[in-house]
């Protein structure tokens, strides 16, 4: 990977990121941001053929049986350019709601999600986790590789969840952070101020480090974020145990044995799984 030098909009990017509410696996954040940037950069020459550096994202398909897949890959957000989406590197919340419908809407029998996901922000996953378990499709998430916080959160609206051996799964709850460079700043002699207008006492959260009020702000925001998605889990999954809501992150066979998941299994097996089920349904 090359070195990149981010300019003046690009650090207020990386910044930002920083600071929103993410339901992602915490070392996950900046690495989105850092191949964000070098997707950027890489865009800037046309020429290129940009699979032979991503791993570019398919949109949905559906097969000659009639399944409908779906990928849930990469960073999961409210709102990003759409070439983050086309390289693979994050999916829109809003994209998987469409191919959810079109699914439906082109005769789809079944849908079968394919997740590599390590997460993503709190802003969207709740209107995605309900078109997901408001589909009157049978459903499978299958978890290849990460399937972390948000990454989770949206396979625990389907009907059944397969994950490889190797998968990472789980990480329930939610996280904001923010570096305290005061000290950094102080050295250099800058000091950094902020004027609200009266009665606005957490509009300076994150312009000027964080206050005692400010912190607890924060901080029932996070638990709101968390519970939600803690009771989305014990909801479809009521079997778990409460090791899982530490926060860890799980293989795919630990994760089987914290009922996280429904078995170990290959994307086609978990196809023709989902292929059985449905047809012995409508048998």
């Keep these: 990977m090359k070195t990149i030098n981010p300019n003046t909009t690009q ?24 191949a964000a940037l070098e997707a950027e950069d890489r865009t800037n020459n046309t020429e290129l053929d940009l699979s032979m550096f991503y791993d ?32 693979g590197l994050a999916v ?11 699914a439906e809407a082109s005769g789809a029998i079944a849908i079968l999600y394919n997740v590599s996901s390590p997460g993503g922000t709190v802003a969207g996953v709740i209107e995605a986790s309900e ?13 290849s590789g990460m399937a972390c ?15 490889s051996a190797s998968a990472q799964v789980g990480n ?6 923010w570096q305290d460079c005061s000290a950094f700043w102080a050295e250099a002699g800058i000091e950094f101020k902020a004027l609200v207008s ?5 509009k300076s959260t994150f312009h000027v480090e964080p206050n005692a009020d400010q912190i607890a702000f924060l901080q029932e925001s996070i638990d709101e974020s968390g519970e939600m998605f803690r009771d989305q889990v014990s909801e479809s999954r009521p079997e778990l145990d409460d090791e ?5 992150w799980y293989s795919g066979v630990k994760a089987a044995q914290l009922g996280l998941i429904d078995g170990i299994g290959t994307y086609e097996e978990a196809r023709e799984d989902l292929l059985f089920s449905t047809q012995f349904e409508t048998s």
């Excluded at 910044?15 to 696996?25: D, F, Y």
């Excluded at 570019?56 to 983050?84: N, V």
């Excluded at 916080?149 to 609206?157: N, V």
């Design 92 to 102: 829109r919340y809003e994209t998987i709601i469409k191919e959810v419908k079109l």
């Design 172 to 177: 329930i709850g939610a996280i904001i952070s």
């Design 149 to 163: 916080s948000a990454g989770y959160w949206l396979p625990c609206s389907t009907d059944t969840i397969i994950a």
């Design 11 to 34: 650090l207020r990017m990386l910044a930002s990121v920083k600071s929103q509410s993410w339901l992602m696996n915490p070392n996950e954040v900046q690495n989105f941001a850092l």
């Design 56 to 87: 570019m994202r398919k949109p949905m398909t559906i097969d000659g049986d009639g399944i409908a897949h779906i990928e849930i890959k990469g960073s999961l957000l409210y709102s990003c350019p759409p070439i983050y989406e086309k390289l």
């Design 198 to 202: 009266e009665g606005a006492d957490y």
């Design 131 to 143: 078109a997901m378990m408001n589909s009157p499709l049978p459903s499978t998430s299958y978890c």
């Design 244 to 248: 899982v809501f530490k926060a860890g």
